[in-house]
């Protein structure tokens, strides 16, 4: 069982559930923005090391998906990699969303932060962002941003703002999300 090697996601392995979720977001139906509450799962798995030469990875492979609070169907779900680079001080998210985008997001973190941040810009070649063509040209993420702080009560929050260029909306648009989620096993 990987425990210290993960450094600052250490905290993180195991399944969480949160109802104190807030999306904000585009709407198409009311042309504006709304703001949806919802609950959410998380299921993060314990990896490693990873050997890149002389880079050592640990990391988390996770699940998560959201319901729209008294909804049955999840309105969102990702599937990816939360990573420890000890050696560079880096925590690294890279998830896609079965709309047809992808993160690769990072940042400086120490071995023993309880909040780190990570974030992505469209066109870096290091944390960086793609979307399909569709996307591309409705609703194109320039850029996204979290921070995740892991309570002393046994909590795990994050509040992260993805800006999108948005067909219908007349600036960068702020689509943000947060949530507090307790470990369920």
Known sequence: ML????G?????????????????????????????????????????????????LYGLDYRMSAWRTGEDDPFHTEVGYWLWDGDAGQVVRCFMVPRG?????????????????????LGSQTYGILS?????????TTAYRVTVTLGDDGTYAYDQETTIDHA??????????????????
Not at 13 to 26: I, K, M, S
């Open 132 to 140: 399909n063509p569709y996307l591309h040209d409705a609703a194109r």
């Open 8 to 56: 600052p996601l250490e905290g993180l392995v195991g399944n969480w559930e949160g109802d104190q979720g807030l999306d904000v977001a585009y709407g198409h139906a009311v042309s504006g923005l709304l703001e949806t509450p919802y609950r959410e799962r998380a299921t993060f798995g314990a990896f490693g090391p990873v050997g890149n030469g002389t880079q050592q």
């Open 101 to 121: 985008s992808t993160i690769l997001a990072g940042g400086a973190a120490a071995a023993s932060d309880r909040q780190f941040s990570m974030h992505a810009e």
């Open 168 to 185: 219908r909306w007349h600036e960068p648009l702020a689509h943000t999300d947060k949530n507090v989620l307790r470990r369920v096993d």
């Open 3 to 6: 425990g210290s090697e993960l």
